[in-house]
């Protein structure tokens, strides 16, 4: 069965720093990958997918995503985060084969100081 | 604006009464989905909707019922609800099934005390 795990609960990052939020997933072969963001009050809004080919992945906000098969990770990075990120984050996976069903890891809250 | 709306937004409910959770999107998508979101567990699939005309249990149907009214519409009806079902709901919508490209509804709170 499909799983995600994001292994951080809550990250606290300064603002300008850099970031990385950790995805990791259990499929048997290569699946769709999804980032997502919440901000409080809200639906979740699409950052960025993954499909096949090249990957890295370019989102908006300038968030990317890389995908690495070998460690079963697709971990969202963005070189200077702004106040204006902080939200919960969500990694999602979908099967190609799959009914457009997604299956979403627990969710990353992130915090920005100023 | 074109998306996905759901009503309402808030609901407080006792334990044992029911209530029909609405959603409707205006992009002319053919599936549809109820998700719950908890503290701690993400996402999780109630039931969705493929096409108009179908529908099949997710992850967590249990105490759920879904109708897909026409293309634009999808319900979901808590027949007796229980503390266990307060949750934050969202419904989304993509173009196809094998389409991933989800639009989200902005979500209904529910209390059930």
């Known amino acids: 069965a499909q799983s995600v795990t994001q292994p951080d609960i809550h990250i606290t990052v300064s603002e300008g720093a850099s970031l990385e939020l950790r995805c990791n997933y259990s499929?048997?072969?290569?699946?769709?990958l999804f980032w997502y963001v919440q901000s409080p009050g809200q639906g979740l809004q699409l950052l960025l997918k993954?499909?096949?080919?090249?990957?890295l992945v370019q989102g908006i906000k300038g968030f990317e995503a890389e995908f690495k098969r070998s460690q079963s990770s697709f971990n969202l990075r963005k070189p200077s985060v702004h106040w204006s990120d902080a939200a919960e984050y969500f990694c999602?996976?979908?099967?190609?084969?799959?009914?457009?069903?997604?299956?979403f890891g627990q969710g990353t809250t992130l915090q920005v100081k100023p | 604006n074109a998306g996905v709306t759901q009503t309402p937004k808030f609901q407080v409910l006792k334990t044992g009464q029911s209530m029909t959770l609405q959603c409707a999107q205006d992009?002319?998508?053919?599936?549809m989905y109820w998700y719950r979101q908890d503290p701690g567990m993400g996402l999780r699939l109630i039931y969705y909707?493929?096409?108009?005309?179908?529908?099949d249990k997710g992850e967590v149907p249990n105490g759920y019922n879904v109708s897909r009214l026409n293309k634009r519409e999808f319900s979901l009806r808590l027949e007796s609800a229980a503390p266990s079902q307060t949750s934050v709901y969202f419904c989304?919508?993509?173009?196809?099934?094998?389409?991933?490209?989800?639009?989200f509804g902005s979500g209904t709170r529910l209390t059930v005390v």
């Open positions: 989304a919508s993509t173009p196809s099934s094998g389409n991933y490209g989800y639009t």
């Open positions: 499929y048997g072969a290569t699946p769709y």
């Open positions: 993954y499909f096949s080919g090249d990957t």
């Open positions: 999602a996976v979908g099967a190609p084969e799959d009914t457009g069903k997604l299956i």
């Open positions: 992009m002319n998508h053919n599936s």
């Open positions: 909707s493929a096409s108009e005309g179908t529908t």
